[in-house]
């Protein structure tokens, strides 16, 4: 399997997990297309993270399946972004190439790779600075531009800007929308009503490990059909 | 870069071992087996420099408690065995794990204890006497409880006196004669120890001698090739060039011009 | 008894050279058997964090109580596979510094496993999920988290080092302590104080104490100049 075939569309049919007896997602019924960005909205404990762990095969689902495009059970072409940056003990260059080299891309050709990406977002002042002594904006523009070097036909992010002050986020936000414009499919979970209206082009609400509504953003967010997800649009707290 | 900092340490880490596992340069040598108090005493120090000049062959030795030794020898871990106890030499030579025994030199032993002497060792005439005051009086007293040839001697005595040695007063250490010694000059306590070891011992506390001189605490050494028959790695050569020395007129005289403070320490006996 | 410490000093001054003799050769046993317990024990530690297979836990209490073998024990073992009458008689390594090596070797390796176990399973319980994500799986994560671990892992590396260069019970057994070729600081303090010599004993100890803790301070150095450099 080649990077160039396409993974997408991802469908999940009656995708579920269930632990000790507790359901804690059920019956997902989810198609993810290709090039466009959905954002998957809910409250806390719906089990937006884990929908999205199942979805990047970092676990397996108790019912159900995932069938990517392409036929292979967990394809490359994809990446992840954790709400806590996870950087290794070295430099940011260090960092970055690591995935290349886990690749087994040559050092030559993954210094150039990761001298492009860190001019392109302006993180070169930081290449050589060790990575976890960074502010936390700066760590999770690391571990955004590293996700996005392993040329990732889907990127997945959970709360990407949750632990981040404005400016920080709008900089992600600015990379996300960068990626998106390439042609990356991307699915992320946010707590921010303000963030999904403004890179979401399509919503999927969950609630209670249940995927309640899906739909194109501009409609979601003109009037939600469901109740719960009026509440949550509203900012009200429910269960 | 953090590759060729790996590389570096895994290269060097065969290299530095191979190095600790270099033989000594190609030094003719053998392992001699004896005893710590032998070995204590500085005996060693002083007549072995003199069998390496003539020779050229190094003698290493391997200081233990007797029984130790002879095991060692037993076990082939040793080429020549050199100790002080004749009966288990004697077996060991007619189980087959020695050639053949020969008389070197002896040494004696001591009674020591404290200088206000509680048994009152000093009035006794002969050594057995001096053993049953000590058991007598329940004095305390320091063994060595490791089947050396310092604690057969010991116990020879006690049969001789008629005693078997039990209770609070009677103190099985298991270890050396140093060990011991710095036992009893803590509590204080009575010991019986090879004069050697007696006179190179620095912290002798309140301890000093309170008996000498029966011929009964005389302590004949005896030498010993390991049995090539039974282990054919002993350096059989070697080790007779150095039974053939010791015995001979001069490493008996090397024994004797062996001093500690003036005094001789070992006596030659070989025939 | 005279003052232990100034003799140690004027020992040191002096430049006694069977005392080098003596120094040299406790280094160079001790360093070959942290080097050596290290390359066998931090993979095995790695595994052994990550790896899945039945009895584990087991593996894991053993090498755990292994950290308190007896030197001397440890020794005896030793010795006896590498007597003449034991199964490895026939390479003569009895009474040889290489005997010496691979008994501190079986003491030390337990302390080094138990402790990369602890730091790496710490490790990828962090780590985990993000480098599965990056396409990292647990074989391939082993060399990322021990370097990743490496200033823990030096605490794990200089308890080692520590154990083995105090003791003395399996250096004295396998060892022999030849004067000249197999006499280390531990062992030659206990024939010191055999001898009752007991304030050269000490002063020997003193001596020994200094390097350990010159050795320490460096590590701790490397260390805190780790952290400021690398986080």
Same mark, same amino acid.
């Given at each position: 399997?080649?990077?160039? /075939?396409?993974?997408?569309?991802?469908?999940?049919?009656?995708?579920?997990?269930?632990?000790?007896?507790?359901?804690?997602?059920?019956?997902?019924?989810?198609?993810?297309?290709?090039?466009?960005?959905?954002?998957?909205?809910?409250?806390?404990?719906?089990?937006?993270?884990?929908?999205?762990?199942?979805?990047?095969?970092?676990?397996?689902?108790?019912?159900?399946?995932?069938?990517?495009?392409?036929?292979?059970?967990?394809?490359?072409?994809?990446?992840?972004?954790?709400?806590?940056?996870?950087?290794?003990?070295?430099?940011?260059?260090?960092?970055?190439?690591?995935?290349?080299? #886990?690749?087994?891309?040559?050092?030559?050709?993954?210094?150039?790779?990761?001298?492009?990406?860190?001019?392109?977002?302006?993180?070169?002042?930081?290449?050589?600075?060790?990575?976890?002594?960074?502010?936390?904006?700066?760590?999770?523009?690391?571990?955004?531009?590293?996700?996005?070097?392993?040329?990732?036909?889907?990127?997945?992010?959970? /709360?990407?800007?949750?632990?981040?002050?404005?400016?920080?986020?709008?900089?992600?936000?600015?990379?996300?929308?960068?990626?998106?414009?390439?042609?990356?499919?991307?699915?992320?979970?946010?707590?921010?009503?303000?963030?999904?209206?403004?890179?979401?082009?399509?919503?999927?609400?969950?609630?209670?490990?249940?995927?309640? /509504?899906?739909?194109?953003?501009?409609?979601?967010?003109?009037?939600?059909?469901?109740?719960?997800?009026?509440?949550?649009?509203?900012?009200? #707290?429910?269960? | 870069?953090?590759?060729?900092?790996?590389?570096?340490?895994?290269?060097?880490?065969?290299?530095?071992?191979?190095?600790?596992?270099?033989?000594?340069?190609?030094?003719?040598?053998?392992?001699?087996?004896?005893?710590?108090?032998?070995?204590?005493?500085?005996?060693?120090?002083?007549?072995?420099?003199?069998?390496?000049?003539?020779?050229?062959?190094?003698?290493?030795?391997?200081?233990?408690?007797?029984?130790?030794?002879?095991?060692?020898?037993?076990?082939?871990?040793?080429?020549?065995?050199?100790?002080?106890?004749?009966?288990?030499?004697?077996?060991?030579?007619?189980?087959?794990?020695?050639?053949?025994?020969?008389?070197?030199?002896?040494?004696?032993?001591?009674?020591?204890?404290?200088?206000?002497?509680?048994?009152?060792?000093?009035?006794?005439?002969?050594?057995?006497?001096?053993?049953?005051?000590?058991?007598?009086?329940?004095?305390?007293?320091?063994?060595?409880?490791?089947?050396?040839?310092?604690?057969?001697?010991?116990?020879?005595?006690?049969?001789?006196?008629?005693?078997?040695?039990?209770?609070?007063?009677?103190?099985?250490?298991?270890?050396?004669?140093?060990?011991?010694?710095?036992?009893?000059?803590?509590?204080?306590?009575?010991?019986?120890?090879?004069?050697?070891?007696?006179?190179?011992?620095?912290?002798?506390?309140?301890?000093?001698?309170?008996?000498?001189?029966?011929?009964?605490?005389?302590?004949?050494?005896?030498?010993?090739?390991?049995?090539?028959?039974?282990?054919?790695?002993?350096?059989?050569?070697?080790?007779?060039?150095?039974?053939?020395?010791?015995?001979?007129?001069?490493?008996?005289?090397?024994?004797?011009?062996?001093?500690?403070?003036?005094?001789?320490?070992?006596?030659?006996?070989?025939? | 008894?005279?003052?232990?410490?100034?003799?140690?000093?004027?020992?040191?001054?002096?430049?006694?050279?069977?005392?080098?003799?003596?120094?040299?050769?406790?280094?160079?046993?001790?360093? +070959?058997?942290?080097?050596?317990?290290?390359?066998?024990?931090?993979?095995?530690?790695?595994?052994?964090?990550?790896?899945?297979?039945?009895?584990?836990?087991?593996?894991?209490?053993?090498?755990?109580?292994?950290?308190?073998?007896?030197?001397?024990?440890?020794?005896?073992?030793?010795?006896?596979?590498?007597?003449?009458?034991?199964?490895?008689?026939?390479?003569?390594?009895?009474?040889?510094? +290489?005997?010496?090596?691979?008994?501190?070797?079986?003491?030390?390796?337990?302390?080094?496993?138990?402790?990369?176990?602890?730091?790496?399973?710490?490790?990828?319980?962090?780590?985990?999920?993000?480098?599965?994500?990056?396409?990292?799986?647990?074989?391939?994560?082993?060399? +990322?988290?021990?370097?990743?671990?490496?200033?823990?892992?030096?605490?794990?590396?200089?308890?080692?080092?520590?154990?083995?260069?105090?003791?003395?019970?399996?250096?004295?057994?396998?060892?022999?302590?030849?004067?000249?070729?197999?006499?280390?600081?531990?062992?030659?303090?206990?024939?010191?104080?055999?001898?009752?010599?007991?304030?050269?004993?000490?002063?020997?100890?003193?001596?020994?104490?200094?390097?350990?803790?010159?050795?320490?301070?460096?590590?701790?150095?490397?260390?805190?100049?780790?952290?400021?450099?690398?986080?």
């Amino acid at each position: 399997m080649t990077a160039a /075939e396409p993974i997408l569309p991802l469908v999940l049919e009656g995708v579920g997990f269930e632990v000790a007896g507790r359901a804690l997602l059920s019956g997902i019924d989810l198609r993810i297309e290709a090039g466009r960005r959905l954002v998957i909205l809910g409250p806390n404990g719906a089990g937006k993270t884990l929908l999205l762990r199942l979805c990047h095969g970092l676990i397996a689902p108790t019912s159900g399946r995932l069938r990517w495009a392409c036929g292979s059970q967990r394809p490359e072409a994809q990446a992840m972004v954790l709400q806590r940056p996870v950087l290794l003990r070295r430099s940011v260059a260090e960092n970055l190439a690591y995935p290349l080299a #886990l690749r087994g891309i040559p050092a030559g050709a993954r210094r150039a790779a990761v001298a492009r990406m860190l001019d392109r977002f302006g993180l070169a002042p930081l290449a050589e600075r060790p990575a976890r002594l960074l502010s936390g904006g700066e760590q999770q523009r690391v571990a955004l531009a590293r996700a996005a070097l392993m040329a990732p036909q889907i990127l997945f992010l959970d /709360e990407p800007s949750a632990a981040l002050d404005p400016s920080a986020t709008r900089q992600i936000e600015e990379m996300i929308a960068g990626f998106s414009a390439e042609g990356i499919t991307i699915v992320m979970t946010t707590h921010d009503i303000g963030q999904a209206r403004r890179l979401a082009e399509d919503v999927a609400f969950v609630h209670r490990g249940r995927l309640i /509504e899906h739909r194109a953003a501009p409609d979601f967010f003109a009037g939600p059909d469901a109740p719960e997800a009026r509440a949550h649009l509203a900012g009200d #707290l429910y269960w | 870069m953090k590759h060729s900092r790996r590389s570096l340490i895994l290269g060097l880490a065969p290299g530095l071992s191979l190095l600790a596992a270099l033989p000594a340069a190609a030094q003719t040598f053998i392992t001699l087996a004896s005893t710590t108090s032998t070995e204590n005493s500085g005996l060693f120090g002083h007549i072995l420099p003199i069998f390496q000049a003539e020779t050229g062959i190094e003698v290493r030795v391997i200081a233990q408690g007797t029984g130790q030794a002879l095991e060692t020898g037993r076990r082939g871990d040793a080429d020549v065995v050199f100790v002080h106890a004749r009966a288990q030499e004697e077996k060991f030579v007619a189980e087959g794990w020695g050639v053949a025994r020969l008389d070197v030199m002896y040494n004696d032993f001591v009674i020591v204890g404290p200088a206000e002497d509680p048994a009152g060792l000093k009035s006794a005439t002969d050594a057995a006497e001096a053993m049953g005051k000590i058991a007598a009086a329940g004095a305390p007293f320091a063994s060595r409880g490791d089947d050396s040839g310092t604690h057969t001697a010991e116990k020879n005595l006690w049969a001789a006196a008629g005693v078997e040695p039990a209770g609070a007063w009677y103190l099985s250490t298991g270890s050396g004669m140093g060990a011991t010694l710095n036992t009893a000059a803590q509590l204080p306590a009575y010991a019986l120890t090879d004069r050697g070891t007696w006179l190179g011992f620095q912290n002798r506390g309140p301890l000093g001698i309170v008996f000498e001189g029966d011929a009964v605490l005389f302590n004949p050494y005896g030498i010993i090739l390991v049995n090539p028959a039974k282990h054919p790695a002993v350096k059989v050569a070697e080790g007779q060039a150095f039974i053939d020395w010791i015995v001979s007129d001069a490493g008996q005289a090397a024994i004797a011009s062996f001093t500690v403070g003036g005094e001789q320490l070992f006596f030659p006996s070989a025939n | 008894m005279d003052n232990p410490l100034l003799m140690a000093l004027r020992l040191i001054a002096a430049g006694d050279p069977a005392l080098l003799q003596i120094i040299g050769l406790s280094l160079r046993v001790t360093l +070959t058997a942290v080097l050596v317990a290290c390359i066998v024990g931090l993979p095995l530690g790695a595994a052994l964090a990550l790896g899945r297979f039945p009895g584990r836990g087991v593996v894991v209490v053993v090498f755990n109580a292994l950290m308190g073998l007896p030197p001397v024990v440890a020794g005896l073992l030793v010795y006896l596979m590498l007597s003449r009458s034991g199964p490895l008689g026939p390479l003569g390594l009895l009474f040889t510094p +290489t005997a010496m090596i691979l008994a501190q070797t079986i003491l030390i390796l337990p302390i080094v496993v138990s402790l990369t176990r602890s730091v790496v399973e710490d490790l990828w319980s962090e780590y985990g999920e993000q480098l599965r994500s990056l396409g990292a799986g647990r074989v391939r994560a082993v060399p +990322t988290l021990l370097w990743d671990g490496r200033v823990s892992l030096l605490t794990g590396v200089l308890a080692g080092f520590g154990r083995a260069s105090a003791e003395v019970g399996a250096v004295l057994i396998v060892g022999g302590n030849i004067a000249g070729h197999t006499r280390t600081m531990t062992t030659a303090i206990t024939l010191e104080t055999s001898r009752g010599n007991l304030g050269l004993a000490v002063a020997l100890g003193i001596i020994l104490l200094g390097l350990t803790l010159t050795l320490n301070a460096l590590a701790w150095g490397a260390g805190q100049w780790a952290r400021g450099r690398l986080g």
